[in-house]
């Protein structure tokens, strides 16, 4: 089977806040309270700020799908749209998730693909992700197999738990 990718439009709000809220919460609902849970999923995944996100020029979101099912999704940032390094010569990866029925599949490297490739075609010569590393280090060893690198961190706060985000970078080599 040949895996589906496609970026979001404003039709898929819905669609994009449902599945949001059931990745973060797949990948992180162990580890927080679920009163933590409930204020991040309805403050991060908001109507309002997914709308926002889809409108905003230096903002991709791209859903992936698996035979019909939609089995993962991915968020891109250029410049401004950046949560933490605003360079435009860098493309940040803010989200990267597959669902856990689908985990083990190669989905997720495929998405990583995706994003090398976005970058390539950019014409970006660096290329950022994030990744939670403090509670999970399943994200940061899958960057790690991809060849990304720690270049610092920053605080992530799910309801009143601050957490850590590790920033992750790879070199690419731009052709001109």
Known sequence: MIPQFRQCTLDDLDTLQAFSRQCFFETFAAMNTPENMEAYLDKAYAPEKLRAEL???????YFLYWGDKLAGYLKLNESSAQTDIHDG??????????????QGQ??????????????????KEIYMARCLGEKTPKPSTFYKQHGFYQIGAHSFVVGDDQQTDLLMRKDLEVQP
Do not use: C, M, N, P
């Open 106 to 123: 190669g989905l997720g490297h495929y998405l990583i693909d995706q994003a090398i490739d976005a970058a390539l075609q950019q014409k």
């Open 89 to 102: 010569d860098s493309l940040e990866i803010e989200r990267i998730y597959v669902t856990k029925a689908f």
């Open 55 to 61: 409108s905003d020029a230096h903002a991709a979101i």
